[in-house]
């Protein structure tokens, strides 16, 4: 199987180039060039598979230039139980008619492990294959979650070195502790003086620097980036929609063939397109609940066809999905267009410099066929959390709270009673305090203990503490630099060991 350009600019390429790359050479996201069809009889056969064999096969349509044993390497390291505990998807029988699908046992707690704590492996076997024999380096600016799962992801991969980027003072107390205890020969984190634009904007200077490449290259090492617009991130989500549609059919919540509904909290809109290209490949799905918070750019698109994010980003209690330009859109839209790559540049290059576009009518109705969008705003987000845990003795978290509460308007909306699952993409435990507001036991926390709220949340929920959080009281603090941001350059070459 090959990959195109979302902007038809660039020749078709392997997977391998496609991972290896991350971003097209004219800007566009790399889409396979057709989509495979698996018959239903192959869908409900995954139940019997384990997570990890399931990946396997899903990948195995996409990444032909791989090898089978190489594919089950990877998927063998990603999804062990080490990692993810017995099953990396467990799918909870929660409401009427209406299920969660539990993506956050991982290191890190959210969904994002899903996808990269595959994508070094897959990374490292695209240089191989591309005849490539650098090193890589990743270079990560990140606002808390991505930044983390990141370095779990390539912490001890052989030939990689990742380094990441947080604001200072803009990340939580439990976020900066996760990253500056992080272990691994190859991990190296800073703390930078400024917000999160100011650690954002180093690394896109740093990408763009010719003459470090250079230098860089003569000692052996190349950057790269595991940003989620990278195809190798994208496709591993594939894998967990068909294995909850196989699982909800062998618990007989579903009939064999049955169309459902899934909502998905919705950032950068990677986790909902996976979603969609599995409806491509065959899974029996009626249709997609696109949820938002405050920062509700997708839903006016999908309702109005007018993408605009001439707006200010608001900070919100599920910042996630603190977003105003979803990149993966992108590939939504060169599919609706039926690969229209020249439209679709136009798109974009209107996004780029007056922050807007409008779709036909036509493609904005497909859109709407196939997606029902709503926003929560924070209170109803901390209400729905308080209700589903008086109501069905279960916590979710902020983001999970947003898909949960846009699933129950769509039930209002349409009158339609088809089976939900609402994707869960972080624990609980990653959000103690909203947690504990939504079910009115916030009063008197100590701000200075990080842990505090998580001890709460355990004692009121009788549940318990996971032992990524409790790790963390314990863990030595190895990463202590805090740096300017003009100093990246120069950190990141120390630290690659070719200056002093
Ligand atoms: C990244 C993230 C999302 C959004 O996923 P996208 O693929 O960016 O749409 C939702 N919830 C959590 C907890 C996340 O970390």
Redesign the pocket.
Known sequence: MLFVSTRGQVGKVSSAHAIKEGLAGDGGLFVPQTLPYLSLETILGMHALSYEQCAAKILGYFLTDYSTEELAECTGAAYSSEKFGADPAPLRKVGENCDVLELWHGPTM???DIALQILPHLMTKAQEKTGSDFRIVILAATSG??GKAALEGFADVPGTEIIVFYPEDGVSQVQKLQMVTQTGKNTKVFGIRGNFDDAQRGVKEIFGDAALETELKECGWVFSSAN?INWGRLAPQITYYFKAYSDAVAEERIRPGEKIIFS?????????LAGYYARKMGLPVKRFICASNSNNVLTDFINTGIYDKNRVLNKTV?P??D?LV?S?LERLLFDLTENDAGQVAEWMKQLNTVGKYQVPKDVAERVRDLFFAAWIDERETVDTIGRVHNDFEYLI?P?TAVAWRAAEKYRLLSSDDSYIVVLS??SPYKFCKTVLEGIGKAEGLNENNPFDAAHRLAEETETSVPPQVTALETMPILHKDVIAAEEMAQHIKKTLGIAQ
């Open positions: 959210a969904f994002k979650d991505t989620s998905v909290p919705t950032g950068n809109f990677g986790d909902i599920s996630s999905m977003i979803s993966n978290d983001h993409t972080a």
